[in-house]
């Protein structure tokens, strides 16, 4: 089915790993975006890149990276986890921007820093 | 710092009844949008209202935007069970990105 993939589902990191979340999509969009979820917090905005090649802070987004590897890829690096990282984290794309189209979201990755 | 602030936080109704939920924001838009999370899963887009639009319908679904108060809501008409799910507003204020509220949580009972 076309839409956004992101791997791994799951996953559990000690505190001072690494990793990389991966997300990819197939419908040809041109934003692409990084949310974290936790509860009571809603989605934040960790970074985005609005088109490829070009990459943007967003409301919280110490502690991580991004690469935008092509159109179709965006992938959020941890460099060193720390328990205030344990979260969902959600990639979503769009279209172009938010000005008309809504976005669409990978099924999450849910971390867990310990 | 969050956008969009739902109210109410949790909603519990009877299958057929309609839910009725709101969305303030504070600064000035060009859209909002809806969507809906179901337990586990990622969210799905449901409806967009741009800011020159009153009221919008999809389905079962009708949103209004009152840009004078700074505030949406979201109806949903005849509910079912599988209507049960967390609903997220969310604003585009022309910085390319959505904020999203906190959500609310509807429980539809059978």
């Keep these: 089915n076309a839409g956004v993939t992101q791997t791994p589902k799951f996953q559990v990191l000690k505190t001072g790993q690494s990793m990389t979340l991966q997300c990819a999509q197939d419908m040809n969009h041109n934003s692409m975006y990084w949310y974290r979820q936790d509860p009571g917090m809603g989605l934040r905005l960790i970074y985005y890149s609005a088109s490829e090649g070009t990459t943007d802070k967003g409301e919280v987004p110490n502690g991580y990276n991004v690469s935008r590897l092509n159109k179709r890829e965006f992938s959020l690096r941890l460099e060193s986890a720390a328990p205030s990282q344990t979260s969902v984290y959600f990639c979503a794309s769009s279209r172009a921007g938010t000005a008309n189209y809504g976005y669409t979201f990978g099924s999450g990755t849910r971390l867990t820093v310990v | ?110």
């Design chain 2, 1 to 110: 710092s969050q956008q969009g602030e739902e109210d109410p936080q949790a909603l519990s109704i009877q299958e057929g009844e309609n839910a009725t939920m709101n969305c303030s924001y504070k600064t000035s838009i060009n859209n909002l949008q809806w969507y809906r999370q179901n337990s586990g899963r990622g969210l799905v887009h449901l409806i967009l209202i741009r800011s020159n639009e009153r009221e919008k319908h999809s389905g079962r679904l009708r949103v209004t935007l009152d840009t004078s108060k700074k505030s949406s809501s979201l109806l949903i008409t005849a509910s079912r069970a599988a209507d049960t799910a967390s609903y997220f507003c969310a604003t585009d204020d022309g910085n390319n990105r959505l904020a999203f509220g906190k959500g609310n949580q509807v429980v539809v009972i059978p």
